[in-house]
């Protein structure tokens, strides 16, 4: 059962912020949302996390809605490189299972 | 610092055949796990080890697929008999607890 909810695809302009949407609607108190990315032929690779307050890191930043329902992801200056398929996944602590749904493909343009 | 490495990168053989595909885990982590990628599918879990010890293995297709971790540094996933469609990319990652798992750049195996 997909717990989160992403647009199948966007595309974004290089040197913009990319702000890519997740919803979460039954994430439960003890789940985090974590953000991967898979660049083409390379294994998928961590961003972010966060559990209700926004976090920020060398590569993107996290803001989660109050109610937790929803979250953004956001690459603030998007380069082609970062073009990639993102997933945003649900997960508590003391699970260790990803589960991968099918993601949202960002194409970066110049 | 080395990451999760997985060998081989590619991996073609013919069906009947034994594939064995190896993975060395990120030195430290606690946790190691296997994943498959296909079209259809896309990424899913097969098993996670923790401490060299299985602890799900309910992703595992069928009797034809194991995997083992004999030592912190060294885990396999095995396929005997190999068959057409277990053709995919297998994915190897690591933890330290519930830390987020790294992942390695897979071995894609294609079963003729």
């Known amino acids: 059962d997909a717990k989160t909810t992403q647009p199948p695809s966007m595309d974004c302009a290089e040197g913009r912020a990319a702000n890519l949407p997740c919803n979460h609607s039954t994430i439960s108190g003890n789940e985090y949302v974590y953000w991967y990315r898979q660049i083409h032929s390379q294994g998928p690779q961590y961003i972010i996390h966060?559990?209700?307050n926004n976090e920020t890191n060398e590569m993107a930043s996290l803001i989660i809605t109050e109610d937790r329902k929803s979250s953004t992801l956001i690459l603030p200056h998007a380069t082609l490189r970062d073009t990639a398929v993102y997933y945003c996944i649900v997960r508590s602590q003391n699970d260790y299972k990803l589960s991968f749904g099918a993601g949202t493909t960002v194409t970066v343009r110049a | 610092d080395a990451g999760v490495i997985q060998s081989p990168r590619h991996e073609v053989t013919e069906m009947g055949q034994e594939v064995t595909l190896r993975c060395k885990p990120i030195?430290?982590?606690?946790?190691l796990f296997w994943y498959r990628q296909t079209m259809m599918r896309g990424l899913e879990l097969l098993i996670y080890?923790?401490?060299?010890?299985?602890?799900?293995d309910s992703g595992m297709p069928e009797d034809r697929f194991s995997a083992k971790m004999p030592n912190a540094s060294f885990s396999t996933l095995k396929i005997q008999p190999s068959e057409p469609r277990d053709s995919a990319v297998y994915f190897c990652?690591?933890?330290?607890?519930?830390?987020?798992?790294?992942f390695g750049d897979g071995t894609r195996l294609s079963i003729l």
């Open positions: 966060g559990l209700k």
């Open positions: 990652a690591s933890s330290l607890g519930p830390q987020p798992q790294h």
């Open positions: 080890f923790n401490n060299n010890v299985p602890i799900d």
């Open positions: 030195s430290g982590h606690d946790y």
